[in-house]
Nanobody, 126 residues
């Protein structure tokens, strides 16, 4: 049984940084597309970072240059380093994964994600 558990959320002032973690258990396939998503109240869920098993990463313009997605050396932890945070980054952040052997690019990869975590709240105050 695959489980994704996020941690690292919290409250921070604008301009600050947070690092989110996603611990994946029960996922043994070496082929994957993993991503971080966020959803604020009253808004649609949006992808903020993808990484695939080839190491390709992608971001929307809204976070490009500020957010960095990475996999831990043990390959069972996904990270999202968030820098220069803005109030509009406030949302609940989720990690997700799907078995996929190709390149997955945010905005291009259309398949659904199979596994989702419960999310962690990020609040950025001005």
């Amino acid at each position: 049984q695959v489980q994704l558990v996020e941690s690292g959320g919290g409250s921070v002032q604008a301009g600050g940084s947070l690092r989110l973690s996603c611990a994946a258990s029960g996922y043994t396939d070496r082929r994957y597309c993993m991503g971080w998503f966020r959803q604020a109240p009253g808004k649609e869920r949006e992808g903020v970072a993808y990484i695939d098993s080839g190491g390709t990463t992608s971001y929307p313009d809204s976070v490009k240059g500020r957010f960095i997605i990475s996999k831990g050396n043990a390959k069972n932890t996904l990270y999202l380093q968030m820098n220069s945070l803005k109030p509009e980054d406030s949302a609940r952040y989720y990690c997700a994964a799907v078995t996929y052997g190709g390149t997955c690019l945010l905005g291009v990869f259309q398949a659904g994600f199979t596994y989702w975590g419960q999310g962690t709240q990020v609040t950025v105050s001005s």
